[in-house]
Structure formats: structure tokens, C-alpha cells
């Protein structure tokens, strides 16, 4: 394929032009040459069934149909003109209609000659009629082979200036004009051969204008596995390169590790937890960095395992860092890690954005002549003048809060850089962590502490809701705190859901006579009355916190029994999963009450059923990704994430899990892709617009 051509603005195919070219930009995000080519039909439409007029049904929504125009007249309808025909198919009328282009359809269409109508059907007085359908002589019609006509996703503005799917099917018919219809092969012998891959040459003319169906299937699963393979040799390549940076040599598992293991740690690590420690050890003694993720469900003791870690970094002399994402957790694992350390001696401090002047000071002197050994902080510790004197580690929590660029600053606190461990307890199917962190090596807790009970979660409506209060007063008498979330802080127009303010009015009046504490706790407080309500709630002085979502992570209050969540309908899976992770997280029973309409969706009914039923994020995970798609899985939409032409990684998993196999084997055999026969994929990873540069990947 001629990469020049490939990344020629489309201006320069016949029937785009410079202002069309812009309009494609802004609407679809097509630029070049290789933009547009994959740029794949959503479907086809089946040019080659013929129906009789007498066999068109309600279902039926295009058809496609032979006959001859037997009168063609002006109407005027209300206040517009329009032609109306009749059309036989030597059985039966259908009337057609045009109210655009009429001098156009007045002088082309002719009556008594064979003609053939496609068109959307529309009903009128349990009539089908046809609308501005693609029409041609016959004669044109059978010198054409594609009988699967692709539809293309288009814009109002595209429309508005007569690209119509007709024109797009002529553009793309262009381009391959353009592009002299060729198109080089990107994998090698062996891969084709194995799993039978028809050329590049092939697929590409058929996912636009298939022949049939069966080579419409071979060019998807070309095109689906040559993209998943890419996908995954970069990652497999960027992990070859991530191994060789040098990383900071941790022998030892020394004092501090097994006085605090054998001293002070009170119950048995899981087997999980037991791995992952070897496994991070390991990458310590290895002379390279490590750069790991961490996924373990709520509750199943990955701060453990960071602690551990974090000791035999202290033990070979470097400090330790540790980054949560709000104040709050940042705080909670201050508290956690300062009682700890303090009795093996080392020294914690916390850093956030609310650190006043005096103390930051002291702070960064302390933290640059060494006298910290591990320093707990939100964003604040990527800022420039937070210098350490030998950071050897990084912990990272709920990476998904962080930006790249954001989480990159780490390691420019030293040279080389330190080890990092990336923390997260939202589970990840395992599809979409391959193609998201492919690069990454992977560790994963999947048991809960012994001891750890699950939550029991039941759904409840709004008619049921004063048996859930009375089963909040049962639960407060027995000394038990409960959280409420909300999905909204003020009443909206737009969306009918219920909100803060609205349910601390009604659960004061509820429960104002038995005198219960109510504290509330939303986003647009300032960070430090937020902290007061979190820790007079911590401290028992609160029985009800009525929140939005910024209890969500990490925040832990053993004595909360009971999290109730309203218009649960309308939160993700994840999001769920999360919420309900904020209770049973001590020695008694514990509840989550998912608060829905009386009528939901039937997508939710599947969400909160997932719930209901299981307490294993990892299973709740795959049915969200299910539900939901990978751009969302995570709680918010991430721009670009897996940004695939053509394949889906929940409907090719197969062929996601054969070609990560695949590039492992070509990477073994031929890690820096110097043979010849990988001349094919050598080149396309160094030429290829899409791709990254040899020097950044390989």
C-alpha cells in the first residue's frame, strides 16, 4: 500500500473537494486517506432479494423491487408540491412519492420501462409506499456485482450538502481508485496460513462492497484480527522495551520487613496476597523496573500487600511513595501506615493540597535530605519542588483517577526510575485489561480475606421504602451506622431522579423524633468539611451520612453496616461494585438496599439482578463490559480508549486471546522483528500513520 497515498488528505479524491474535506473532518473525524478506508460500513443492505409488492410486511424495513412506472403526476400536499407514481410489478401498485429534485424525476423516469426500486418502506393507511428510493434501469442493474450494499454512519450537516449513503458509496469507490487498488500485506506467511486470512487486497473490497456473505465474514475476520494483533504486539513490544530500563536493585527482605511481618501483622496473608509479594519481589531483584498493576476487588487487602512492598523498599535504603487520588483516602492511608511504621521507627508524612506553607516547608527539607522514608499524598507530590533524595518506589491507588501524563511526573523523581505498583480496585475484565494495559505486567487478588463477610444486597422500590426505614432504625439501635447515597446534590429538569437535598429534608422529618445524628457530604464542599463529616462518621458521632458519590473509594468504617443507594438504576455496575464495597468492612452482617423506581429498564433489571446475585467483582465487571462497552466500564467515558475500526473485544474475544498468543510466539522467536519473514510487520509498525515510532515502541 503507498503510505504517501495513505496519508494524503481526502480533499484529493474525486468527488470530495477542500470544503467537503473539512466538513468530513469535523463531523467524522476523517482526515487522510487511510482515515476513510477504514472507515467500515455499520451494515448492508441485501440488493439481492426481490420482493413483489404483495409480499412487503410490517417487518419488512428496505426493499428492493422490478417493474415499470405506469403514471407520473404533480400533487400538491399542504403547502409543498411533490410527484407521485404508480409502479407495477405485473402483479400489483406501490405508489411512490418525491418532494426533492422534481424537475430531475420529471425528465429521467420514464413510463413502461423496466426499472428497479430500492427503498426504505413507509406505511399509510396499512399501504407500503416508497419515498425517494435509489432507482436504475434494469440494464444498469445487472452489469453491477455487489448485491450487499454497505450504509455508512453520516451527520445532518453531511446530508445537508448531498453526501448521501449513494455519494459515500462513490467516494469510498474512489478512493480505491485513488489508491490503485492495492494494498500491502502487514502480517506474515505463517500467520495467514494458520489461520487462513484472505489478502489484504480481498478484505478490503469486500468489507466495503462484499461479493457475498461469506467473503463479507473472511474480510471482517481479517480486518478484526490483523487490528487485535497490532493491538497486542505493541503492548508486547512496549513491555520488551519497558524490561530493559534499568531498574533499582532490592535484594533484600530485611529488618523492617520481618519485625512488622512477624510482629505486628495480625492474621495469616491469603494465598493471592502471598503471590503477589513474590511476584513483586522478583521484579525488586531483577536489575529492571518494575511497572505493575494491581487489581484486587474491594476488601481483598491490596493496601497489605503496598505495605509489605513498601518495607522491603525501606529495607535496601530508598524511600517510598504512596498516591491516592482524594484527601480523604489519602488521609485514611496516612493514619493507616503512621501507627505502623512509627512502631518500627520509620517516618510517614502526608502531603496534600491543603498542607499549610509552614509545613510543606519542613516537609520538602525532610523529604530531600532523606529523613522521610515514605511520603502518602494526593496530586500535590508531582509538583516540581517535591525532590526526594533516593525514591526507589512508587505505589499509585485507584490509577484510573490519574492521567498518564500525571502518573509520568513519578518517574522523573529520579534517575533511573523507581519501581511502580498501580493499584485499582475496580475490577477489570480480562479482555479489556489486555488491550488497555498490555504493556504492563499483571498481578491479581481474587480472594477475600478469611473473616470477610459478603454484603447482602436486595432491591427494594419506592413502595417499599418505609420498611426500609424501619429497617434503618432496627439497624441503628443495634449501634450500627448507615450511608445513603444520592446521584444528584440539587432537583434537576432534566432528569427525574432523586437528590441530596430533597432526602435530607425527608430523612430528617423521618427520624427526627429518635434524635439520630444526620451528617451530609457531597463534591462542592470544601475539602476540609468534607474531612470533619467523614471522621465524625468514622468516629460514631453520625448515624446516617447522606452523600453523593465522594464516599465511593476507599473510605472505611468498620461499624457501617448498611449502604442504601438510590435510583440505583441509574448508576453503572462499577460504580455499584464500589459503593457497595464501603460496608462490610467489619465483624457484623451487613446490607446493600438498591433503591429503584417501581418500573426500570430492562438493561438495569440486569445490572441490579448482577448484583443481587454475586459479590465478585470480577463476574459484575464482565457483565458491565457486556452491557455497557469498554469506553465506559470504568465509571466514565475515556476518550480514545480502545479506539478499534472494526473490532469488539467482547464480541472477538477468541480472536483477541489467539493473536496476544500469537505475538508472545513472535516475539520470542524474533524480538526485535529482524527476520525477513517478519519483514511485512517490521514495516508496517515503522511506516504505518497510526502507529507509534520504532523508537517509542520497540
Same mark, same amino acid.
Given at each position: 500500500m503507498n503510505n504517501t497515498k495513505l496519508n494524503t488528505s481526502i480533499e484529493y479524491v474525486k468527488g470530495v473537494g477542500k470544503m467537503r474535506a473539512e466538513l468530513f473532518k469535523e463531523e467524522l473525524g476523517i482526515r487522510?486517506?487511510?482515515?476513510?478506508?477504514?472507515?467500515?460500513?455499520?451494515?448492508? %443492505?441485501? #440488493?439481492?432479494?426481490?420482493? /413483489?409488492?404483495?409480499? *412487503?410486511?410490517?417487518?419488512? =424495513? $428496505?426493499?428492493?423491487?422490478?417493474?415499470?412506472?405506469?403514471?407520473?403526476?404533480?400533487?400538491?400536499?399542504?403547502?409543498?408540491?411533490?410527484?407521485?407514481?404508480?409502479?407495477?410489478?405485473?402483479?400489483?401498485?406501490?405508489?411512490?412519492?418525491?418532494?426533492?429534485?422534481?424537475?430531475?424525476?420529471?425528465?429521467?423516469?420514464?413510463?413502461?420501462?423496466?426499472?428497479?426500486?430500492?427503498?426504505?418502506?413507509?406505511?399509510?393507511?396499512?399501504?407500503?409506499?416508497?419515498?425517494?428510493?435509489? %432507482?436504475? #434501469?434494469?440494464?444498469?442493474? /445487472?452489469?453491477?456485482? *455487489?448485491?450487499?450494499?454497505? =450504509? $455508512?454512519?453520516?451527520?445532518?450537516?453531511?446530508?445537508?450538502?448531498?453526501?448521501?449513503?449513494?455519494?459515500?458509496?462513490?467516494?469510498?469507490?474512489?478512493?480505491?481508485?485513488?489508491?490503485?487498488?492495492?494494498?500491502?500485506?502487514?502480517?506474515?506467511?505463517y500467520l495467514n496460513k494458520k489461520f487462513k486470512l484472505i489478502s489484504p487486497n480481498q478484505a478490503y473490497h469486500n468489507i466495503h462492497f462484499p461479493e457475498n456473505h461469506d467473503l463479507l465474514e473472511k474480510a471482517r475476520y481479517r480486518l478484526k484480527f490483523e487490528e487485535l494483533f497490532f493491538n497486542q504486539l505493541k503492548f508486547k513490544l512496549s513491555h520488551n522495551k519497558l524490561k530493559r530500563n534499568k531498574g533499582y536493585y532490592f535484594p533484600y527482605v530485611g529488618e523492617y520487613f520481618n519485625n512488622f511481618y512477624n510482629n505486628y501483622l495480625s492474621f495469616e496473608l491469603?494465598?493471592?496476597?502471598?503471590?503477589?509479594?513474590?511476584?513483586?519481589?522478583?521484579?525488586?531483584?531483577?536489575?529492571?523496573?518494575?511497572?505493575?498493576?494491581?487489581?484486587?476487588?474491594?476488601?481483598?487487602?491490596?493496601?497489605?500487600?503496598?505495605?509489605?512492598?513498601?518495607?522491603?523498599?525501606?529495607?535496601?535504603?530508598?524511600?517510598?511513595?504512596?498516591?491516592?487520588?482524594?484527601?480523604?483516602?489519602?488521609?485514611?492511608?496516612?493514619?493507616?501506615?503512621?501507627?505502623?511504621?512509627?512502631?518500627?521507627?520509620?517516618?510517614?508524612?502526608?502531603?496534600?493540597?491543603?498542607?499549610?506553607?509552614?509545613?510543606?516547608?519542613?516537609?520538602?527539607?525532610?523529604?530531600?535530605n532523606g529523613s522521610i522514608n515514605l511520603l502518602i499524598g494526593t496530586h500535590a507530590i508531582f509538583e516540581q519542588n517535591v525532590i526526594f533524595n533516593n525514591l526507589g518506589y512508587a505505589v499509585i491507588d485507584e490509577q484510573h483517577r490519574f492521567g498518564v501524563k500525571q502518573r509520568s511526573k513519578i518517574w522523573e523523581k529520579n534517575n533511573p526510575p523507581p519501581h511502580v505498583l498501580i493499584m485499582t480496585a475496580t475490577p477489570i475484565p480480562r479482555t479489556l485489561t489486555m488491550s488497555l494495559y498490555g504493556d504492563l505486567d499483571l498481578s491479581i487478588i481474587d480472594e477475600l480475606p478469611p473473616g470477610r463477610k459478603d454484603v447482602i444486597t436486595v432491591h427494594r422500590k419506592d413502595k417499599n421504602r418505609l420498611k426500609v426505614f424501619g429497617f434503618i432504625r432496627d439497624q441503628i439501635k443495634q449501634g450500627r451506622q448507615i450511608y445513603i447515597v444520592y446521584p444528584l446534590i440539587e432537583e434537576s429538569k432534566k432528569m427525574d431522579l432523586k437528590y441530596l437535598e430533597d432526602g435530607l429534608e425527608s430523612i430528617t422529618r423521618e427520624f427526627d423524633k429518635e434524635n439520630y445524628s444526620i451528617g451530609v457530604m457531597h463534591g462542592r464542599m470544601r475539602s476540609s468539611n468534607k474531612d470533619i463529616e467523614m471522621n465524625n462518621f468514622l468516629n460514631g458521632k453520625i448515624d446516617i451520612l447522606i452523600s453523593t458519590t465522594v464516599i465511593e473509594v476507599g473510605v472505611n468504617v468498620p461499624n457501617a453496616s448498611v449502604m442504601i443507594i438510590e435510583n440505583a438504576e441509574r448508576f453503572g455496575l462499577s460504580q455499584l461494585h464500589q459503593l457497595r464495597g464501603r460496608v462490610g468492612r467489619g465483624k457484623y452482617d451487613s446490607y446493600c438496599v438498591l433503591m429503584t423506581n417501581d418500573k426500570i429498564s430492562e438493561d438495569a433489571k440486569i445490572r441490579i439482578d448482577a448484583m443481587v446475585n454475586s459479590n465478585d467483582g470480577f463476574k459484575i465487571s464482565e457483565v458491565d463490559l457486556r452491557l455497557r462497552g469498554p469506553g465506559d466500564v470504568l465509571g466514565t467515558k475515556q476518550s480514545g480508549v480502545l479506539d478499534f475500526k472494526i473490532a469488539d473485544i467482547i464480541e472477538d474475544e477468541s480472536i483477541l486471546f489467539s493473536v496476544s498468543n500469537e505475538a508472545d510466539l513472535l516475539i520470542k522467536k524474533d524480538p526485535k522483528l529482524n527476520l525477513n519473514e517478519n519483514y511485512n510487520i517490521r514495516s508496517f509498525i515503522l511506516n504505518n500513520p497510526i502507529n507509534k515510532s520504532w523508537n517509542e515502541i520497540g
Open positions: 487522510r486517506c487511510y482515515d476513510l478506508l477504514n472507515f467500515f460500513p455499520y451494515k448492508y %443492505l441485501d #440488493r439481492s432479494r426481490f420482493y /413483489k409488492i404483495s409480499e *412487503i410486511n410490517t417487518s419488512d =424495513v $428496505y426493499v428492493q423491487i422490478s417493474g415499470v412506472f405506469k403514471n407520473i403526476v404533480y400533487k400538491k400536499y399542504r403547502n409543498r408540491y411533490g410527484i407521485e407514481a404508480k409502479f407495477f410489478d405485473g402483479e400489483k401498485n406501490i405508489k411512490v412519492l418525491w418532494f426533492k429534485g422534481l424537475s430531475w424525476v420529471e425528465k429521467s423516469i420514464k413510463t413502461n420501462q423496466n426499472y428497479i426500486l430500492f427503498g426504505r418502506i413507509s406505511w399509510f393507511e396499512k399501504l407500503p409506499s416508497l419515498v425517494h428510493p435509489e %432507482l436504475e #434501469r434494469v440494464e444498469n442493474f /445487472k452489469s453491477k456485482s *455487489i448485491k450487499l450494499q454497505p =450504509v $455508512y454512519s453520516s451527520t445532518e450537516k453531511l446530508s445537508s450538502i448531498g453526501i448521501s449513503n449513494k455519494a459515500m458509496i462513490k467516494i469510498v469507490k474512489n478512493l480505491f481508485v485513488f489508491l490503485e487498488n492495492k494494498f500491502d500485506e502487514n502480517l506474515n506467511e491469603t494465598k493471592p496476597q502471598k503471590k503477589v509479594l513474590k511476584e513483586i519481589r522478583n521484579d525488586f531483584a531483577s536489575n529492571q523496573q518494575m511497572i505493575r498493576l494491581l487489581q484486587g476487588d474491594v476488601g481483598s487487602g491490596k493496601t497489605v500487600v503496598a505495605l509489605l512492598s513498601i518495607l522491603i523498599s525501606i529495607d535496601n535504603n530508598y524511600q517510598s511513595c504512596l498516591v491516592a487520588p482524594t484527601e480523604i483516602l489519602a488521609f485514611q492511608h496516612f493514619k493507616n501506615f503512621k501507627d505502623k511504621f512509627e512502631n518500627l521507627g520509620l517516618v510517614v508524612k502526608v502531603l496534600t493540597g491543603s498542607t499549610k506553607s509552614s509545613d510543606r516547608k519542613i516537609l520538602l527539607n525532610d523529604l530531600k
